[in-house]
Nanobody
Framework: QAQVVESGGGLVPPGGSLRLSCVAS????????MEWYRQAPGKQRELVAA???????NYADSGKGRFTISRGNAKNTVYLEMNSLKPEDTAIYYC????????WGQGTQVTVSS
């Protein structure tokens, strides 16, 4: 069964760091991009960062210079390193795998608060 699973969320103080992980099952074929989205309460879901199978990356302005997306050595694994976190980064973070079909994970909560 195809699935995408995120982990690594939590509560951090402003200025802190978190590393999110995402694993897409190998039954998802021909993944050409893996992406991180986030959705804050009362707001639309927005793209945070993306990486293609060729290694190209793309970032939303809100995360440039603070967030880094990278692919893991294991197949279908992607990470989001988040530094200098701000309260406005508080959201549920979702991973999306784009292949022959598109699959979403269930999300992981990130809360930035003192």
């Amino acid at each position: 069964q195809a699935q995408v699973v995120e982990s690594g969320g939590g509560l951090v103080p402003p200025g802190g760091s978190l590393r999110l992980s995402c694993v897409a099952s190998e039954s998802i074929f021909s993944i050409f991009a893996m992406e991180w989205y986030r959705q804050a309460p009362g707001k639309q879901r927005e793209l945070v960062a993306a990486v293609t199978s060729g290694g190209s990356t793309n970032y939303a302005d809100s995360g440039k210079g603070r967030f880094t997306i990278s692919r893991g050595n294991a197949k279908n694994t992607v990470y989001l390193e988040m530094n200098s976190l701000k309260p406005e980064d508080t959201a549920i973070y979702y991973c999306r795998a784009r292949g022959m079909a598109t699959y979403w994970g269930q999300g992981t909560q990130v809360t930035v608060s003192s």
